[in-house]
């Protein structure tokens, strides 16, 4: 099987977007690097052929930071398997009243919600190479 590939909203400017950003990295360089790889979603959005050609009918999981799904609707638009999505803000219920960063750095309660999102990832991938089924 192939590396399994997690690709983040670039949310430029936006600390959504870095929660979302920065939860991959995590995932890819710490938690599963040999399971999953991923890559700078300009590179999908623009068509980049090396990159079209490592995702196309790969397994993908992505990380959004709002409700645009730009990198959920990018992935799946160059021929990624979009197995699982999810966007930073499902889960701040539990979060409420924390000040996580801003679009260029994060606060130490934003280094724990992006470790948490990072772990809910890493449940992912867990599952996909298990063979679960995974709802988008």
Known sequence: MSKIKVIP???IGKVFGLLARESVLMVTQEKCP???ETFCLAHVVTGDDEIVDKIKGETCITMDGCAKYCSKKSVEETGGIVVKSHKVPD???AHR???H???TYLTEDGWKY???LADILV???KEVM???KVNV
């Open 101 to 103: 960063g801003t679009g």
């Open 130 to 132: 298990e063979g679960v």
């Open 123 to 125: 449940k992912d991938v």
């Open 114 to 116: 992006a470790e948490e």
């Open 97 to 99: 009243g924390e000040e």
């Open 9 to 11: 909203c670039s949310g």
């Open 91 to 93: 889960f701040m219920k």
């Open 34 to 36: 040999n399971e999953t």
